[in-house]
């Protein structure tokens, strides 16, 4: 039998994401200087190369057609690239190389190093996603890490002081993954609004 809803469980539900989003407007001062870095690599002519597992991919897929065919009517285009669209190369890397590598093989091939690398991990714990974020940062890359939880091996690339791999870690404040998912789709939506708005006025984006 079905247990009826409460409005005690309803309001739980909305808590856990009115909780996270909270948090999030918290980062806008470290949220803001990962746009104004985005937008000095667009501004020099870089791409921006995404990358993640599972349902992070469906978000790296989004975050670069974001950029590629922008929604919003006058707001201009900017190069981006996905890196899990390629099944073919993906299967090819991984039974070649390891799982591991099969975002920074091909990072080793595609990357220059005014490019923006942005990998996606609900929970931070995805190898091949840290490999290939340290990997951009080796080659010059900006890098970026959308992340929840306690940020897993991909937070640590932050922290390696003082020779930290990571450019800009951006967290969900939440062990969820659905709330996580909900609070990266918001993140990456302002990661592109204000990147055209350091690019749209003179001087701000260089």
Not at 45 to 65: E, K, S
Request: aromatic share 6%.
């Amino acid at each position: 039998m079905i247990r009826e809803l409460t409005r005690a469980d309803v309001e739980e539900v909305f808590l856990r994401r009115t909780t996270a989003t909270t948090a999030l407007a918290d980062e806008a001062d470290r949220i803001g200087d990962a746009c104004h870095a985005m937008a000095a690599r667009f501004y020099r002519g870089g791409r921006l190369i995404t990358f993640g597992n599972g349902a992070a991919a469906a978000d790296a897929a989004h975050l670069a057609v974001e950029f590629v065919h922008p929604v919003i009517m006058g707001k201009r285009a900017l190069p981006a690239v996905s890196l899990v669209t390629d099944p073919a190369t993906l299967t090819g890397i991984a039974r070649r190389s390891g799982f591991e590598d099969t975002f920074a093989a091909q990072l080793r091939t595609h990357a220059r190093p005014d490019d923006i690398a942005v990998g996606i991990s609900a929970d931070g714990a995805c190898v091949n996603v840290a490999r290939a974020l340290g990997e951009a940062h080796d080659r010059g890359l900006l890098t970026v890490a959308l992340v929840g939880g306690d940020g897993g091996t991909v937070a640590a690339l932050a922290d390696e002081r003082p020779t930290a791999r990571l450019d800009h870690l951006l967290r969900a404040r939440s062990g969820d993954p659905y709330v996580v998912k909900e609070v990266h789709v918001t993140i990456y939506h302002v990661l592109w609004e204000l990147a055209h708005v350091f690019l749209e006025r003179p001087g701000r984006a260089s």
